[in-house]
């Protein structure tokens, strides 16, 4: 149990349809992070938000759109996406921007 | 962009054996984590290393702070079963998108019985 619970676990969805992914932290932690894990690359960083803002966007594709209500919940919105992808994607929380972070367990994504 | 080289990409080694790991780095970095990641599940954090020189010990594992600031080292004594899985280096700046981690692509353990 790592305090940062990500849901589904698992999605298969085609390129036309919408969802969401969501993630609670209960780590009482100020900055949230949403990360692409491919095979064999390194975890890419997508988005950051530090209480509450986005300060962070690193080129991702309009397709996928974070949301971040409060301190413990970050969304990320899927919408038209394509077959590449297709990949773990991981929450993580931390106090600050500058302390460890921890993770959830992901969400398997598979576009068909 | 910014990278990490982390060796040995993979290991496979006898239960009872010490295994080592390193990331490196051409910048230099304010902390050092490392991680280990079991299958179907997220990143774990080991260690954290925050000054230069560091060598901190979580168990039967011991993560250094490489004095150059441009490296971290992760030891594993007497490696058990329950030690498989992938084990990433990740580097940290302090200050704005520098407080980002830098992540290594990750060295997969593999222990035989």
């Known amino acids: 149990e790592t305090g940062v619970t990500q849901t589904p676990r698992h999605l298969v969805m085609g390129m036309t349809n919408k969802k969401s992914l969501k993630c609670e932290q209960h780590l009482g932690h100020n900055a949230m992070y949403w990360y692409k894990q491919s095979a064999k690359k390194p975890l890419e960083l997508m988005f950051v938000y530090n209480f509450k803002e986005q300060t962070e966007n690193n080129s991702v594709p309009s397709r996928f759109s974070p949301e971040c209500p409060n301190s413990s919940h970050l969304f990320l919105h899927l919408h038209t996406l394509q077959p590449e992808d297709s990949a773990l994607y991981l929450c993580?929380?931390?106090?600050?921007?500058?302390?460890?972070?921890?993770f959830g367990d992901g969400t398997r994504l598979s576009i068909l | 962009g910014q990278q990490l080289n982390q060796s040995p990409q993979s290991m496979f080694i006898q239960e009872g054996e010490d295994v080592s790991m390193n990331c490196t780095s051409s910048?230099?970095?304010?902390?050092w984590l490392w991680y280990k990641q079991d299958p179907g599940e997220g990143p774990v954090l080991l260690i954290a290393?925050?000054?230069?020189?560091e060598l901190t010990s979580n168990g039967r594992l011991t993560a250094q702070f490489g004095i150059t600031r441009k490296d971290s080292f992760l030891n594993i004594s007497a490696s058990i079963p329950s030690d498989v899985g992938i084990y990433f280096c990740?580097?940290?700046?302090?200050?704005?998108?520098?407080?980002?981690?830098?992540f290594g692509k990750g060295t997969k353990l593999s222990v035989k019985p």
């Open positions: 910048s230099i970095f304010n902390t």
């Open positions: 290393l925050y000054k230069a020189g």
């Open positions: 990740a580097g940290q700046r302090y200050g704005g998108s520098q407080g980002n981690l830098i």
């Open positions: 993580a929380s931390s106090p600050s921007r500058n302390q460890p972070q921890h």
